[in-house]
């Protein structure tokens, strides 16, 4: 796939034109290459249709409140286009809070994928999910489920039969998936969150109070949730 992913990992951190990759960063030390690594799409702004704006506040916020808890562990937010206006309001806005870009930074590519195409290891990766916990449904649960094959259906179904907004579960997973041998992807953390998308169930109709709330309780559960592994 052209243009997206790349070998080295500070490729994928988008520098800005005329910017310079910072020596010693994520991509060239060992001891932060190989440490704890969540990536994660934007929960409930694609298919949910969450306002990008206030995800991008709450994501920001709650990354700062968790980031410096992790020991050497670090976060990465995820989507497929460099384009992606998710990832460019969180950059932004996490540049002005001053958070560690060793610790958390964003990544062009297929969460699935971020190995074998991208170069960067992540043993844990979360996932969009609907409250049902089913496979498909486009988007990154359609992506992630697929990769994982049977195995992540099934270890999926051992943790939880179902999830409501602002939930997370953490699924460890069997060697035999193809997430396990090709990525080395060891945990999965499914995250429902808030649904603005009238064509989906538990629509919240525009109610952002509401929605915020739901929004960052999925976040706390899903660092809470990599925080468990890590320890
Ligand atoms: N790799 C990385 N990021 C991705 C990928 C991928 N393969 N695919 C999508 N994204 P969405 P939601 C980004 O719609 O809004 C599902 O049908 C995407 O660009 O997957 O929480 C579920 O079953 C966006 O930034 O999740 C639920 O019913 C982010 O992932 C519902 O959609 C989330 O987009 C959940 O909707």
Known sequence: LKGTGSLS????????????????????????????????PSISTADFQFDLEKASD???????????KLGNARLVLVDLSHKSKILSLVRTK??????????????????TRLHSEGGLHCNVIA???????????????????????QALEVATKEQAKSL?????????????SPLFCREGVTH????????????RPNCLNND???????LQEAYTSLFEGFSSIVR
């Open 94 to 111: 996490a540049s002005e809070k001053n958070i560690d870009s060793n610790k958390f930074f964003t990544f062009v590519g297929d969460i």
């Open 58 to 68: 709450i994501i920001v916020e709650k990354v700062a409140k968790f980031v410096n």
């Open 127 to 149: 996932n969009a999910a609907n409250w049902r916990l089913k496979p498909g449904g486009g988007g990154v649960n359609a992506a992630i489920f697929s990769a994982g094959g």
């Open 188 to 199: 999965v953390i499914h995250v429902v969150g808030p649904n603005m998308n009238p064509q």
């Open 9 to 40: 990992e500070n490729a994928g951190m988008e520098l800005k034109e005329g910017e310079e990759p910072v020596v010693g960063s994520a991509g060239g030390d060992v001891s932060l290459k190989d440490a704890p690594t969540l990536a994660f």
């Open 164 to 176: 409501l907004p602002g939930n997370a579960v953490v699924v460890p997973l069997p060697s035999t």
């Open 208 to 214: 952002y109070i509401k929605g915020c709330k739901v």
